[in-house]
Nanobody
Framework: QVQLVESGGGLVQAGGSLRLSCAAA????????MGWFRQAPGKEREFVAA????????YYGDSVKGRFTISRERAKNTAYLQMNSLKPEDTAVYYC????????????????WGQGTQVTVSS
């Protein structure tokens, strides 16, 4: 069983930065590609970014390209999401999950979801 725990969320002003972490407990997640999604109030869960198992391939949602960077540190069994130039519309609960196959951008392609971490960007 894989357990994922997100951290690093908080309140930041527009234009600021945050780095989210997704730490795995239990089985290693190094065999999995990893992804980040977000969900704002009243909206569907949205794909943010994903990274391949080796860390060599990355994928981003259109709304975060050029501002967010996904990475992973295999020695720490952890994935990261560096968020720069934050905007109020980035406000959401951010979730990490393990990619199980079926398409990078689809929520149904992921499992072992974490509990989420709140990111609030003030204008």
């Amino acid at each position: 069983q894989v357990q994922l725990v997100e951290s690093g969320g908080g309140l930041v002003q527009a234009g600021g930065s945050l780095r989210l972490s997704c730490a795995a407990a239990g089985r290693t997640v190094n065999i999995y590609a990893m992804g980040w999604f977000r969900q704002a109030p009243g909206k569907e869960r949205e794909f943010v970014a994903a990274i391949g198992g080796s860390g060599g391939s990355t994928y981003y949602g259109d709304s975060v390209k050029g501002r967010f960077t996904i990475s992973r540190e295999r020695a720490k069994n952890t994935a990261y999401l560096q968020m720069n130039s934050l905007k109020p519309e980035d406000t959401a609960v951010y979730y990490c999950a393990a990619y199980l196959g079926g398409g990078w951008y689809r929520e149904a392609s992921y499992g072992y979801w974490g509990q989420g971490t709140q990111v609030t960007v003030s204008s």
